[in-house]
């Protein structure tokens, strides 16, 4: 049974940073892609930051050069660090892992991963 455990989200005014911690049980952080989603209330979910076993990343237009993901494979964590956050940044994340391995590439279907609960993000402005 993989489980994703995400932590680290709070409230923050804008400008402030967060780090994202995504600790996996049952999947190790090399075996595929894995992600950062989140959704806003009314809003589909959508891909913020992914990272391949490769350690190819890739970001939504809205958070380059502000978010970056990355993973400490020797403790078997993914992280994401939060910059310059804005009132636009609020949305619950998800941490999110490819059902499929060692896929040479992220898929952008929610349906393509295993999820986390969600941790929630808040900007004040």
């Known amino acids: 049974q993989v489980q994703l455990v995400e932590s680290g989200g709070g409230s923050v005014q804008a400008g402030g940073s967060l780090r994202l911690s995504c600790v996996p049980s049952g999947y190790i952080v090399t075996r595929s892609c894995m992600g950062w989603f989140r959704q806003a209330p009314g809003k589909e979910r959508e891909g913020v930051a992914h990272i391949r076993p490769d350690g190819y990343t890739t970001y939504a237009e809205t958070v380059k050069g502000r978010f970056t993901i990355s993973k400490d494979i020797a403790k078997n964590i993914l992280y994401l660090q939060m910059n310059s956050l804005q009132p636009e940044d609020t949305a619950m994340y998800y941490c999110?892992?490819?059902?499929?391995?060692?896929?040479?590439?992220?898929?952008?279907?929610?349906?393509?991963?295993?999820w986390g609960q969600g941790t929630q993000v808040t900007v004040a402005s």
């Open positions: 999110a892992a490819d059902r499929f391995d060692s896929r040479n590439y992220c898929p952008r279907a929610v349906t393509s991963y295993y």
